[in-house]
Every structure is written in C-alpha cells, then in structure tokens.
T-cell receptor, first 112, second 114 residues
Framework: DQQVKQNSPSLSVQEGRISILNCDYT??????FLWYKKYPAEGPTFLIS?????DKNEDGRFTVFLNKSAKHLSLHIVPSQPGDSAVYFCAASRITGNQFYFGTGTSLTVIP | DADVTQTPRNRITKTGKRIMLECSQT?????MYWYRQDPGLGLQLIYYSFDVKDINKGEISDGYSVSRQAQAKFSLSLESAIPNQTALYFC?????????????FGPGTRLTVL
C-alpha cells in the first residue's frame, strides 16, 4: 500500500510563474518530510526538508508547506526556471526512523 | 569526485545469471541503502544497513541479497536474475543528524534482464 502519494504525474508551468507540487501521506507517525529532484541519468538529489514541528520551510526559491491535519505537503518553486525541469519526489519517514517512503514522482516541465 | 558511486552504470544480462551491483561512498556515512525504481513507481527499498554487521530487509527484498564489506561499500546481488528485475537501481547513504535523516544517492545502475 502506497504510504506516500503524488497524484499528479506531470506538471507544465511557464517560466517565471509559480510551480506547486503536491504530496499526500497516510501514516500519521511520519514526522520528517523531504523533497528530491531527479534529472535523467542521475540519482535523486536532496532539495529541501521539513519536520513536523514546522508548517513551512524556505530555501531560496523553494518553499515546502506541511499541513499535518490534512496529511499533505506541497513544494512551491517561485519563480520557476527552465533548469527546474526534472522529476520531483517527495519522501516521508520518522525523524529517527530506519526507512524512507517515496512518492511516485511528478515530472515538472518549465516552458521558456 | 562523486560522493556515492555505483558500478556498473548499465548492465544487460540473461535470465538465470548471477549479477552483483556495487556501491561505494566517501561521505563517511554509516547508513547505506539499495532501492529500485520502476516506471510509474516511486523508489522501493530493497535492503538497508546501518553498519558492517547490520543488514535489514526492505519492502521488496525477495530475490536479492546484500553484503556490507566495509563502512564504505555495500553490494547488491541478484542470485538468479529474472526479467521483472529489470529496473533502475539506486544506492544511497545517510547520516542521522540533529536536523534529521537525509539521504544522498548514487547515479544509478540500469539493469536489463533478458
């Protein structure tokens, strides 16, 4: 059973606009969440994380929002750039846990 | 130089053959992981290890085995490869810190079983 879900397989956004990628989880024990970015022929690279004691974390153009009651997190990219075109995975775990659970990924295309 | 390396990067083999995928890291992390990725699916955990003497099964360990020869090396073996093991395989490392547990991935090995 998929504990972390990304329901949008793909997303297209114009350069300069906001990209919003969504992720839902089912396990209320998860307290640490991450976003990874993956280019073709490369491994995923860590982008940004958030623990459940926060509802927002920012790093430059990237902001992750966490809504614990809805078991939902989102990644906002503002402004979107063509170099942001990649597959984005969300992942969840216990902060002291052994395993990460990954979503199926959302392929973002930023159109110049 | 890459912190997490995987060899080979690509491999084509036949059903029934034994295959070993190797992973090395220079990050000094204790934790190492093997994942597979199939089209339309997320990363699924095969095995993980927290030190040389520690091996743990993940979600999809059947048909796979691992060896943690040293802190820096973690190998994945397919004893008798089958076509549905055709996938992209990733090794990852992590180091639990006060800020959490972030994984760092290798570039992946694309395995095709004919």
């Amino acid at each position: 059973d998929q504990q972390v879900k990304q329901n949008s397989p793909s997303l297209s956004v114009q350069e300069g606009r906001i990209s919003i990628l969504n992720c839902d989880y089912t396990n209320s024990m998860f307290d640490y969440f991450l976003w990874y970015k993956k280019y073709p022929a490369e491994g995923p690279t860590f982008l940004i994380s958030i623990s459940s004691i926060k509802d927002k974390n920012e790093d430059g153009r990237f902001t992750v929002f966490l809504n614990k009651s809805a078991k939902h997190l989102s990644l906002h990219i503002v402004p979107s750039q063509p170099g942001d075109s990649a597959v984005y995975f969300c992942a969840a775990s216990r902060i002291t846990g052994n395993q990460f659970y990954f979503g199926t990924g959302t392929s973002l295309t930023v159109i110049p | 130089d890459a912190d997490v390396t995987q060899t080979p990067r690509n491999r084509i083999t036949k059903t029934g053959k034994r295959i070993m995928l190797e992973c090395s890291q220079t990050k000094g992390h204790d934790r190492m992981y093997w994942y597979r990725q199939d089209p339309g699916l997320g990363l699924q955990l095969i095995y993980y290890s927290f030190d040389v003497k520690d091996i743990n099964k993940g979600e999809i360990s059947d048909g796979y085995s691992v060896s943690r020869q040293a802190q820096a090396k973690f190998s994945l073996s397919l004893e008798s490869a089958i076509p549905n093991q055709t996938a992209l395989y990733f090794c990852a490392t992590s180091d639990l810190t006060r800020k959490g547990n972030t994984q760092y991935f290798g570039p992946g090995t694309r395995l095709t079983v004919l």
